[in-house]
């Protein structure tokens, strides 16, 4: 659907620590920009960044997403429930079940290798997780009724067909039918830690598998302006003492050139990029796990800094 200019926001994927750290970039965003993320013309969300964009698209301001992550309640807002800290369910996941996952993604990205991502072949491999995103259901259910979808028309969430390999974004035309919960729930399934979840008879899981922020989406909108807040890529950072931390880096720089791949295609549109990642004052908060709850509100804390000191400075911020 072609926008007639406009902004759009596109909040990338990251777990537990990426959602605390993306709450306090929207709250730099809104006070150093003056941008209400749910005035954007189009909202796009890919796992940890699928909650808060289901947030968003339902109304629900940053003010309040704050408290929630400070657990503040709110008396004029939506009871968001579950307690931040177990919402995801712990810093380890459960054992996953034996085997791997998706046989028919792993033929899928044996027969058409360049329709499938690295990590979403991957994905297939990886055993099928067990543990439960009812949590996160119960958040979605706080602000949007059981099978309904968000106020907001233009609300995407990415997945990835777990069968299939392919990228699915519910919420466009075309996609298939689902309500805001389930559809937020399946892009939050991370391969081997989550269950994949049913929706119209087919398996989905989380959508970072295809992209950490699926940016490209918005190449042909039209759109003025995208903001990107990416909690799983960075520009700047900081040097790990641990061998878990040098891998997650190390990572992160291949999840980074995903990005700038993508900025490249929407900038070649003529609509102007805007990216904040976390630096390296923020990776050294983060630490090498980004679902380990106990460095929450310190990830936060230090997001609400550092992003809105990237927002001033522009640092952070390829423009085209």
């Given at each position: 659907m072609q926008q007639a200019g406009g902004t759009g926001l596109v909040l990338g994927a990251g777990g537990v620590l990426g959602a605390a750290w993306t709450i306090g970039a929207l709250a730099a965003l809104q006070s150093e920009r003056?941008?209400?993320p749910r005035d954007a013309s189009v909202l796009v969300?890919?796992?940890a960044g699928s909650v808060l964009t289901g947030f968003l698209g339902c109304g629900t301001g940053v003010d309040v997403l704050l408290d929630h992550q400070r657990g503040i309640v709110n008396a004029e807002a939506p009871d968001l429930?579950?307690?931040?800290?177990?919402?995801?369910?712990g810093a380890l996941p459960p054992l996953p079940r034996p085997g791997i996952g998706s046989a028919r993604g792993l033929l899928s990205a044996t027969l058409r290798p360049w329709r499938v991502t690295p990590m979403g072949a991957l994905s297939s491999v990886l055993p099928q997780g067990r543990g439960s995103l009812a949590p996160i259901g119960t958040l979605v259910d706080a602000v949007c009724p059981r099978g309904a979808w968000a106020a907001h028309p233009q609300t995407w969430i990415v997945a990835m067909d777990y069968d299939s390999g392919r990228r699915v974004v519910f919420g466009r035309d075309g996609a298939p039918h689902a309500g805001l919960r389930d559809a937020v729930m399946s892009?939050?399934?991370i391969p081997g830690w989550y269950a994949p979840v049913r929706i119209g008879g087919?398996?989905?899981v989380d959508g970072g598998a295809c992209s950490p922020t699926s940016l490209d989406l918005v190449a042909r909108l039209g759109l003025?302006?995208?903001v990107v807040l990416s909690p799983m890529t960075s520009f700047s950072y900081d040097e790990p003492a641990t061998l878990a931390g040098r891998v997650e880096r190390r990572f992160r720089r291949v999840m980074t050139q995903r990005l700038v791949g993508e900025i490249r295609k929407v900038t070649a549109t003529g609509t102007k990029v805007t990216v904040v990642g976390p630096g390296a004052e923020d990776l050294a908060v983060i630490g090498a796990n980004l679902m380990d709850p106990s460095r929450r509100t310190r990830v936060l804390e230090t997001s609400l800094r550092t992003s809105a000191a990237a927002l001033r400075a522009r640092a952070l911020a390829p423009v085209g």
């Open positions: 003056g941008l209400d969300g890919t796992s429930g579950p307690d931040p800290d177990r919402d995801a369910g892009s939050c399934a087919r398996r989905y003025d302006e995208v």
